[in-house]
């Protein structure tokens, strides 16, 4: 069924609020803000915590060599993230594995 034009006035962009709704939450401080970084964000000590259950180094989890330079790191990680990420069919805990060392590795 195609679709068909509105008849109806057509709605002032700057003036008439939006049908969506708009934010209306407290915009929150920067430690707020910091916090709710930290938490999403894989730190060092939440990555080691990770791996500290596996057997395999950062390096081997990647599948790179010791000498691999960062732009080497970031492709092996962007590779199996591609792989193993859950939006994309992959297993949830591969993908954090990935995560870990790869947030290991980057900040050396």
Request: proline share 6%; net charge neutral; charged share 25%.
């Amino acid at each position: 069924m195609p679709r068909t034009k509105s008849t109806g006035p057509k709605r002032n962009l700057w003036k008439d609020p939006s049908p969506y709704g708009t934010y209306t939450g407290e915009v929150g401080s920067a430690e707020t803000w910091s916090k709710a970084y930290e938490q999403a964000y894989y730190s060092r000590e939440k990555s080691q915590d990770i791996l500290c259950h596996y057997s395999e180094t950062p390096y081997m989890i990647l599948g790179i060599i010791t000498t691999a330079s960062q732009e080497e790191i970031k492709l092996a990680f962007r590779k199996l993230a591609l792989v193993h990420h859950p939006d994309k069919g992959g297993d949830r805990d591969m993908f954090e594995k990935i995560m870990a060392a790869y947030s290991i590795l980057a900040h050396l």
